[in-house]
Every structure is written in structure tokens, then in C-alpha cells.
């Protein structure tokens, strides 16, 4: 009985709030029937369509588990590594969760190879022999992968959803591209002269709003 797993993350850009990386595995002999659900990259579903989703693909999964790395813990990993290692580390957790034979990955850097044996470094010698697949675009190719996409997204908008509700107003999508959401930063900032405990401070966004803000007490003083 081999089990695979499927490994995404969503949330690795946004200025505010927390990043998730969510597995889930499957038997391969119930491979055909994981794929005959219609799963797709949560990028491409719309918000009704992944919970419904999410519930079907619960019930045929063996196992899932969903990792949130929080904006301070980003921070601080920041300061010692890259925001591709602090991916690669979860991806690793996720693996010695589950605990698979073969883990499918939504690759981040250029080569697939490279990253499947960064990723064994940070195993455990009983988990060596595992293997790891790690493409591009493997959300979109391989259902499984496709699973976890949901689940990281849905845990994703769920987040987002609890800080809208804690801060009273609608923070947006929480990316830097996004108008609500740097319009957000800047009102708390100016209000509080501090960002709010989400904001990832070593984003530039947060930096250049500090900067901006600063600049301009220092021309009303």
C-alpha cells in the first residue's frame, strides 16, 4: 500500500497575516477515484466550489494535515534565511507528519531536482528513501496536489476572514498589490504608530508606509 502526497502552500506573498502549507495523502490504489472528484488549482475555483471540495476530498483522503506559519515567525526566519527555505522547512514538517512514500510538490525555485534533495536534508535517515517529486505547476497536474492547494487556500481565506473580523474593516487580500489592504496598514499605522501584530514587518511594504509616515511627521513638526 503506497501512500502519496500532495504538498502546497498558499499565502507565501501577502504583506499581512500568516502563510499555510497543507499535505494530503492518498492510497494509490484509490488514485483513480481521488482524480474523478474534479479537483483543480484553488487559484482556478471559486470560493463555493473549494469548500465543497475540501469536504469531498476529506472523505477520500487517507490523512491531511495543514501547517500556519504566522507573520512574527516569517520575521524572525527572515533574519537567518531566505522565504524559500522557511517554505522548504514546512514543506519538510509536512512530510514527517504524514509520513508517505512518494511526496508530489508545487516547486518554487527553478530546479526540481535541487529542491527534492534540499528537502531530504531536513528529514530524518528513516524518511531517506522517500520519493519526492517536485515540478511546477504540480497543482494543476496532479490531483493530489491539487488537494492541498485547496486546503491551503481555504485555511488562507479563513484567516483573512478572522482579521477582517477582528479589525472591523475589510483589510482586502492582504498583497501588497492590494488597495484595501495598503490603505489598511497606513490608517493603523498613523492611528497606532505601530503596525498591526500580522503585518510582516520585513516586507517592503510595511518598511516604505513606516517610511513614508515618518517623513511626513517630520514635516508637520
Request: hydrophobic share 35%.
Amino acid at each position: 500500500m503506497e501512500l502519496i502526497c500532495g504538498i502546497d502552500e498558499a499565502g507565501r506573498g501577502p504583506v499581512i497575516g500568516s502563510m499555510f502549507i497543507a499535505g494530503v495523502v492518498i492510497e494509490e490504489k484509490d488514485s483513480e477515484k481521488f482524480s474523478k472528484i474534479g479537483l483543480k488549482d484553488s487559484k482556478k475555483l471559486s470560493d463555493s466550489k473549494r469548500r465543497e471540495l475540501e469536504k469531498e476530498l476529506k472523505t477520500v483522503c487517507k490523512n491531511f494535515f495543514v501547517e500556519e506559519i504566522t507573520a512574527k515567525k516569517i520575521d524572525e526566519l527572515r533574519q537567518i534565511m531566505s522565504l524559500n527555505v522557511i517554505e522548504l522547512r514546512g514543506f519538510a514538517k509536512i512530510i514527517e507528519e504524514l509520513k508517505p512514500d512518494k511526496a508530489i510538490l508545487d516547486l518554487p525555485e527553478p530546479d526540481g531536482e535541487r529542491f527534492s534533495k534540499k528537502i531530504k536534508k531536513l528529514l530524518p535517515e528513516e524518511m531517506q528513501s522517500i520519493e519526492i517529486v517536485a515540478e511546477h505547476s504540480a497543482d494543476e497536474n496532479y490531483p493530489v496536489v491539487s488537494a492541498a492547494s485547496i486546503l491551503a487556500k481555504n485555511a488562507r481565506e479563513d484567516h483573512v476572514e478572522e482579521l477582517k473580523q477582528k479589525y472591523g474593516v475589510d483589510i482586502g487580500s492582504g498583497y501588497p498589490h492590494d488597495k484595501p489592504t495598503v490603505n489598511f496598514l497606513k490608517k493603523y499605522f498613523e492611528e497606532n504608530r505601530k503596525m498591526p501584530e500580522e503585518a510582516r514587518e520585513s516586507w517592503s511594504t510595511v518598511k516604505r508606509i513606516k517610511g513614508e509616515s515618518s517623513q511626513t511627521s517630520f514635516q508637520d513638526f
